[in-house]
């Protein structure tokens, strides 16, 4: 499929624009609690060479024995993808040397991998615009131990302990175009696999990774050599990866060079790419199946059990949440990027203003957990607390002026809005009478402004805030807008 190219993403060179190809491998451990062919555990962090079984050290006469979770892990990733699962695939052997890698192969799947082709819709949402990528296949591997370099002037060690993880490698097409796009295409996977429950996504610990598939051409022109740039373990760096690669090609074209495909990786330090190696090619790693593991063979109705099962994805969440809570496409859009966020929200908004609801949950809510740099699982105000909050305000029991300075105090005490309220005096005014004094007695001091409200209506705004100072922010501003206009005889706009 050809996709015309996306103007706004061009790169301008000396001899004119320049269009960037990107595809991802993105390789995700598998949510599991022992390795994709032995019993060994899987934790982050244990001891170097503390989780590795006989078969992960490939100590002779051992053999694998397939994890049935891992493969139904990657059934429901496949399903959460929009693709095809093949109820036959087979394991093979990939083989090429390393220290970390004990068996001097990689079991892996190469010709039949587990699921098809499969599409993600990706939303750009500061630039307006969504993508469809296309996914090729999902194969499940393992992963190879860790080299470690910096532990003796000398030697370096091998720790084990990642030997045999289960991974899945999701290999999409080339269908983005700019680092924003495979940034925001990364971002919506993670997502998806946290929804499912796949893969926690968590890239400084190395549960996801990308390689990354830069090539460029004039606009229309075939496709040029690509290279790939090795194991990205942020998504910030992969954007900063794409636009020096981008970048590096687009000057050796230009200056009459050719580029040579090869395995490059990116230095975050120096916000470069160096090369690794010269690429290799399928016959160099002499693929054939894995003569101790017999081909996989799925059933129908498992598959369908395991698409049953699945939970509300982001795509079929969002739009519900415009359709059913009256929500913008990008609130919804910012609502649902991670499944606690959504899960949040919906407690806040059971039974409320779902609009009300989201504008806090987004704006004061968000904003202080990124200031107090905190999760929403370690929040000091829970969505119980929140949406208590919210019926106060809908209740006029305080202002919304009011409600910030109460969510403050929460955040401080973990006290009830209620109790805070309360014990603090700062119910709204309602009280006519009272609001009406106030108002005469801002109305009397200000002979200027009262005249000046006789050309220029919309300076009533400032008396509004004059009264609402006055009285601590406690006045029913609709009250307070009502009697002035009464007052000051200006009719509703």
């Not at 049935?68 to 052997?93: K, M, P």
């Not at 720790?159 to 991974?167: F, H, I, M």
Request: a negative charge; charged letters at 25%.
């Amino acid at each position: 499929m050809m996709i015309e190219p996306r103007q706004e993403n061009l790169v301008d060179g000396a001899t004119g624009p320049w269009e960037i190809i990107l595809g991802l491998e993105v390789h995700a451990q598998v949510t599991s609690q022992s390795k994709l062919f032995s019993g060994a555990s899987t934790e982050f962090g244990g001891e170097p060479n503390a989780h590795v079984s006989l078969v992960d050290a490939a100590m002779p006469g051992m053999l694998p024995v397939i994890n049935a979770e891992c493969v139904a892990q990657a059934v429901r990733t496949g399903l959460g993808l929009n693709a095809e699962i093949n109820l036959y695939s087979v394991f093979d052997r990939k083989n090429y040397f390393y220290p970390d890698l004990p068996q001097g192969y990689q079991i892996s799947q190469y010709k039949y991998p587990i699921v098809g082709e499969g599409v993600v819709t990706v939303d750009l949402m500061k630039e307006g615009y969504s993508i469809e990528v296309g996914i090729e296949r999902l194969h499940l591997e393992q992963d190879a131990g860790k080299s470690l370099h910096d532990q003796h002037p000398d030697y370096s060690f091998v720790d084990l302990n990642r030997s045999g993880v289960a991974l899945m490698e999701i290999v999409s097409r080339p269908d983005m175009r700019s680092a924003e796009e495979a940034k925001a295409y990364v971002t919506k996977l993670r997502t998806i696999l946290r929804y499912l429950g796949t893969c926690d996504g968590n890239m400084e610990q190395g549960s996801l990774r990308a390689d990354v598939n830069v090539s460029v051409r004039k606009p229309g022109a075939p496709l040029g050599t690509r290279c790939e740039i090795k194991n990205v373990n942020s998504i910030r760096f992969i954007g900063q990866a794409i636009d020096y690669e981008a970048r590096r090609q687009i000057g050796i074209l230009e200056d009459g060079g050719k580029i040579d495909q090869e395995t490059r990786l990116f230095d975050p330090k120096s916000g470069q790419t160096r090369s690794m190696r010269s690429k290799e090619e399928a016959h160099d790693y002499r693929y054939f199946p894995d003569p101790d593991l017999l081909p996989l063979e799925l059933a129908q109705k498992d598959v369908d059990a395991l698409a049953k099962a699945l939970p509300e994805l982001p795509d079929v969440k969002k739009t519900r949440f415009v359709e059913a809570f009256g929500l913008s496409v990008y609130d919804a859009g910012v609502l649902v990027s991670d499944r606690a966020s959504a899960d949040f929200y919906e407690k806040v908004a059971k039974g409320r203003d779902a609009k009300l609801a989201a504008n806090w949950v987004t704006g004061e809510f968000f904003g202080a957990l990124n200031r107090l740099g905190k999760d929403i699982e370690d929040s000091p105000v829970s969505a119980d607390a929140l949406g208590e909050l919210i019926d106060l305000i809908s209740k006029d029991v305080i202002s919304g002026r009011i409600a910030k300075d109460v969510f403050e105090i929460m955040l401080e005490t973990g006290e009830a809005p209620g109790k805070i309220v309360e014990e603090r005096g700062l119910k709204q005014v309602t009280d006519t009478g009272a609001i009406e004094a106030v108002v005469d007695e801002i109305i009397a001091a200000n002979p200027k402004q009262v005249e000046q409200l006789k050309t220029k209506p919309k300076t009533i705004g400032w008396f509004v805030g004059q009264v609402m100072k006055s009285t601590g922010g406690k006045a029913n501003p609709a009250a307070v807008n009502e009697i002035l206009r009464k007052k000051l005889e200006i009719g509703e706009e």
